[in-house]
């Protein structure tokens, strides 16, 4: 039978009360099986904000782009220049002159990117999007839209592509977003594009 220890501390004088609340219904108050302290609404020492930015969301991010980047080669996949910060918090880097982030504490992450792309000339019809994220410069998901003959309208600012998701990070990793066309020469347009992400809290 486990037993519960009460230890006076010799160097104090006062008294420690623990007091019942008023009520009618049997309570148990159980006790996790781990060592450390009871922390109550006036602690100032036990909660620490280490403890509470474990679970926060944080490190994060979101970049954009402000001018185009026209007459990109068709077919050859190009790193998206988002030089521009939303915000950047909680410890992770974006290096808006090489477009990529670092988040400077391990977990796992949700990345997510939208691209808007359209042809370079107004002129031609294209066939296929894509859009990827890449760690340390592999693809680590991607989308992408195809169709058998070119239907994307060549001077229409087409809907923005976008791909999303989870992947495990190191501290010193990097990811960028990529992305192409294949049909063309094309121009990527900054009217809804944006890149971002953030760490899943109590990851590592």
């Known amino acids: 039978m486990s037993k519960i220890a009460l230890s006076p501390n010799a160097s104090g004088s006062g008294t420690v009360t623990i007091t019942a609340p008023n009520t009618n219904t049997n309570r148990t108050i159980a006790l996790p099986d781990v060592a450390g302290n009871v922390v109550t609404t006036g602690d100032t020492g036990t909660v620490t904000t280490g403890m509470i930015s474990d679970n926060l969301n944080t490190p994060c991010f979101q970049a954009t782009f402000s001018s185009p980047l026209n007459n990109n080669s068709n077919n ?81 600012y087409n809907l923005p592509l976008t791909c999303l998701g989870l992947v495990q990070m190191d501290a010193d990793d990097y990811v960028e977003c990529w992305a192409s066309i294949y049909g063309g020469d094309f121009d990527l347009r900054p009217e809804g594009s944006r890149f971002y992400g953030f760490r899943l809290g109590g990851t590592t």
């Open 76 to 156: 050859v996949a190009i790193k998206v220049r988002f030089n521009a910060t939303t915000f950047n918090q909680g410890g992770g880097t974006y290096d808006t002159s090489n477009y990529r982030f670092t988040p400077g504490v391990a977990g796992i992450y949700q990345f997510g990117a939208s691209v808007n792309m359209k042809d370079a000339g107004d002129n031609s019809d294209y066939q296929q999007h894509n859009v990827s994220i890449r760690k340390n410069g592999t693809d680590v998901f991607f989308n992408r839209i195809q169709f058998s003959s070119a239907v994307f309208q060549s001077s229409a």
